[in-house]
């Protein structure tokens, strides 16, 4: 008797990448720069730096727009306050002293899950 073979599944992994996926309008035409992803809506547009003069484009998330029509309103609010130069900070890094306080906080909760030489190294 030849036994039975069974055959498995092999997954790779067991949960999809949320990817972001361009916004339409009611009659199914791309609504430029409108991305949407896991629910959140987000603005894609191109943003200069204000200390290095360098533009980059960022997807800046939509706080509160639950809608694709409430979702327009707000992006032609942002690229308003792009043209007049008043649009929130999107990128800021902390200063030493909030950066030293939270490093040392993050040391001291590591001290007693990481050996000796890799803390001191």
């Given at each position: 008797?030849?036994?039975?073979?069974?055959a498995?599944v092999?997954?790779?992994?067991?949960?999809?990448?949320?990817?972001?996926q361009?916004?339409?309008?009611?009659r199914?035409?791309?609504?430029?720069?409108?991305?949407?992803?896991?629910?959140?809506?987000?603005?894609?547009?191109?943003?200069?730096?204000?200390?290095?003069?360098?533009?980059?484009?960022?997807?800046?998330?939509?706080?509160?727009?639950?809608?694709?029509?409430?979702?327009k309103?707000?992006?032609d609010?942002l690229?308003?306050?792009?043209?007049?130069?008043?649009?929130?900070?999107?990128?800021?890094?902390?200063?030493?002293?909030?950066?030293?306080?939270?490093?040392?906080?993050?040391?001291?909760?590591?001290?007693?899950?990481k050996?000796?030489?890799?803390?001191?190294?």
């Amino acid at each position: 008797m030849v036994p039975a073979v069974s055959a498995q599944v092999v997954r790779t992994s067991q949960h999809q990448a949320a990817i972001y996926q361009k916004v339409c309008d009611e009659r199914k035409r791309p609504l430029r720069g409108l991305w949407v992803r896991n629910g959140r809506y987000y603005a894609q547009m191109t943003v200069e730096d204000p200390q290095t003069g360098r533009k980059q484009v960022r997807r800046v998330p939509l706080e509160g727009a639950l809608t694709t029509a409430q979702a327009k309103q707000q992006f032609d609010e942002l690229l308003v306050n792009r043209r007049k130069g008043s649009l929130p900070i999107l990128k800021q890094t902390p200063d030493f002293a909030t950066f030293a306080v939270s490093y040392l906080d993050f040391y001291r909760q590591a001290k007693d899950a990481k050996r000796a030489s890799t803390l001191k190294t």
